[in-house]
């Protein structure tokens, strides 16, 4: 949610800040700029669109600077045009200010500095930071641009990444750290700081997370960390971190955009997922990111999963599992909810905090409400070094490899695979007998030709979809396993073609939505191989006797005629089906998306990582 990128070193910057914003733009794609240090003063330059825009806009002339900072925007105060696109400075142009998060005390700040005299240029809460901090320095010939940072801090409430530019220290770049990420990269001459890692591992994989609360200031061949709290007596440098992933994680690599790209490396998701976690002799799984022994194993009366999203609907999935398998009373929760309610902290139970991310500040949040009141809390994320995960301490890490489209499918995937592992292990401890835990084993390693085999069924999905993506409303239906697949199938359709998409468990359609059932009305429904087929082709009935278009998704025989469109899905381990059912709903959701000539990747409104409430 908003992208942040900033160098120093000897190159161009502009060219470096440009490729760093171009893959930080699924955090924010409503405007973007830079600002860079040229002959001793600011240049600014923005957009009210895209990275491409920014990049039409600058040409391609060489510059004439070596430290600058950009931006992509994801709004939250002032509308997404050019004056509100960040950086923002004070009003001498001295500061320059970049800023991922949002500053809650923002009104009272630009209050008290209006009333000082200070002139706003924009509606953002960022500007004030700009202002504060060049007033700081106009107040003290002596201080430095990190004092007048870390001062200006002190008065700040709410959640940032931030970078700052200061034309009369040319040498360096302050940033700082607050409930949004930011990580430093470590190059031979040259510093880099982004939102995340992707704008950085084609220049360098040594990198730093900064920790809430810290601030650091780059120059090119050195850097310090100090906190809010400590100040300047709490100066150090932290060992890097070396990153495992490379520039060609994040190419598009022959695809025309990244959903499809992720939709396809499913099948190495998951094999990476499983390998060297599934123990064929005691028919059970290893998770080595999880800190608990087979005593405290068994001693876990629930699991509770928590996120948001997507990640919550892989969360009921993954309690499903956990009930299925292990016999453990479980279930998932949004974090967004989880975290206002007062919830009832039981020490016996799991939770699991899900998130692609692992920077969902809602999750976030919820995670430390639950530390706070005593909750053993595990990670299930895929980003290493993110927040959550660091947070958690102990968890599963789900290994699909860098997502980049705001639609989530292979963390999805990967996630429901971890959770499959995770239930693994906590019925194998219990009573899951070692045929069924064998039977388990042997599905997860089939997962990956299933879902391939899914795959190069895409244009048959893909026709059906064009045939009803029209459609200005759709029902997905599902019961029991085939619920949270629903869920998530009218998840996907909607954040990327717009038609609205509500998902219903079967049984509860007679109950009211069966009113909205017509024929300009289609409904997916979700056929699983289990104990409720019959209950469900009954439902598909329903629908038809009302005139509603059926689309079925199903792993069994159905009659013939029954649905107006099948998609078919291989047979799996019962439990494990969820995992092959999301994957043609993706498909599906993708081609309608296409047909209608929606931007995929870049959904309107939306943006990968929600660092904000
Ligand atoms: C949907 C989607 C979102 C995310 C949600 C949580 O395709 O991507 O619903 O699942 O914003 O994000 P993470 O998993 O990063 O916490």
């Known amino acids: 949610m908003c992208g942040i990128v900033g160098y120093i070193g000897k190159r161009d910057a502009t060219p470096v800040l440009v490729e760093g914003l171009h893959r930080l733009e699924y955090r924010g794609y409503d405007s973007a700029g830079l600002a860079v240090i040229a002959r001793g003063r600011l240049q600014l330059t923005k957009t009210a669109g895209r990275v491409q825009d920014l990049r039409d806009k600058l040409g391609d002339k060489p510059g004439k600077a070596t430290v600058g900072i950009g931006h992509t925007r994801w709004a939250t105060h002032g509308e997404p045009n050019e004056t509100n696109a960040h950086p923002h400075t004070d009003a001498g142009h001295r500061i320059a200010v970049v800023h991922n998060g949002i500053i809650e005390n923002a009104e009272a700040l630009r209050a008290q500095l209006t009333g000082e005299g ?82 950085l591992v084609r220049y360098t994989r040594q990198v730093i997370y900064l920790d809430d609360g810290e601030v650091a200031t780059i120059k090119a061949t050195d850097y310090h960390t100090t906190t809010l709290a400590g100040g300047a007596a709490g100066n150090s440098v932290k060992t890097p971190t070396v990153v495992d992933a490379d520039a060609d994680d994040y190419e598009l690599g022959g695809f025309s955009d990244y959903m499809r790209k992720e939709i396809y490396e499913q099948p190495d998701a998951i094999r990476r997922a499983v390998m060297g976690r599934l123990d064929e002799r005691f028919a059970t799984a290893k998770l080595g990111g999880v800190n608990l022994d087979a005593r405290e194993l068994r001693n876990i009366k629930r699991v509770k999963f928590l996120g948001c999203g997507s990640a919550y609907y892989a969360g009921q999935m993954g309690a499903a599992l956990v009930e299925e398998l292990a016999r453990i009373p479980a279930d998932a929760e949004p974090a967004s909810e989880f975290r206002y309610r007062s919830p009832v902290v039981d020490p016996d139970t799991l939770y699991v905090a899900v998130s692609q991310s692992g920077e969902t500040s809602d999750t976030l949040m919820a995670v430390q409400e639950l530390k706070r009141k005593g909750g053993q809390v595990m990670g299930a994320v895929n980003v290493v070094g993110s927040a959550i995960g660091r947070e958690c301490g102990h968890g599963i890490f789900l290994h699909a490899g860098p997502e980049v489209a ?173 995992i092959l059912f999301n994957i043609p709903l993706q498909l599906f959701a993708y081609h309608a998306a296409a047909k209608l000539g929606r931007d995929i990747d870049k959904p309107r409104n939306l943006a990968k990582s929600v660092t904000v409430e």
């Open 118 to 199: 200070v002139r706003f240029a924009t509606e953002t809460d960022t500007e004030c930071l700009a202002h504060l901090v060049a007033r700081e320095l106009e107040a003290s010939d002596e201080a430095t641009l990190e004092e007048a940072v870390v001062a200006t801090l002190r008065r700040v409430e709410g959640a940032y990444g931030l970078a700052f530019l200061d034309t009369k220290n040319p040498d360096q770049l302050v940033v700082a750290r607050n409930g949004s990420p930011l990580v430093l990269g470590l190059g031979e001459s040259e510093m880099f700081v982004a939102s995340d890692v992707a704008a």
């Open 406 to 578: 705001v639609a989530s499918t292979k963390a999805l995937t990967n996630m429901v695979v971890n959770f499959a592992l995770l239930s693994l292990l906590l019925g194998r401890v219990r009573d899951l007998s070692a045929a069924h835990g064998t039977r388990v084993v042997n599905g997860l390693r089939n997962l990956p030709s299933q879902v391939a085999g899914i795959l190069n069924a895409e244009a048959e999905i893909a026709a059906i979809a064009h045939r009803y993506a029209e459609a200005e409303h759709m029902f997905f239906i599902g019961r029991v396993r085939g619920w949270p697949v629903a869920r998530e199938g009218a998840q996907k359709l909607k954040e990327i073609s717009y038609v609205h998409a509500e998902a219903y468990q079967a049984g509860e359609l007679k109950h009211g939505p069966l009113a909205l059932i017509q024929h300009e009305m289609p409904s997916v429904v979700v056929i699983p191989a289990d104990d409720l087929i019959a209950k469900n082709i009954s439902t598909v009935e329903q629908i038809k006797a009302r005139g509603g278009p059926v689309i079925a998704v199903t792993s069994v025989e159905i009659p013939d005629g029954l649905a107006d469109a099948t998609i078919r899905v291989p047979r799996a381990e019962p439990e494990l089906e969820p």
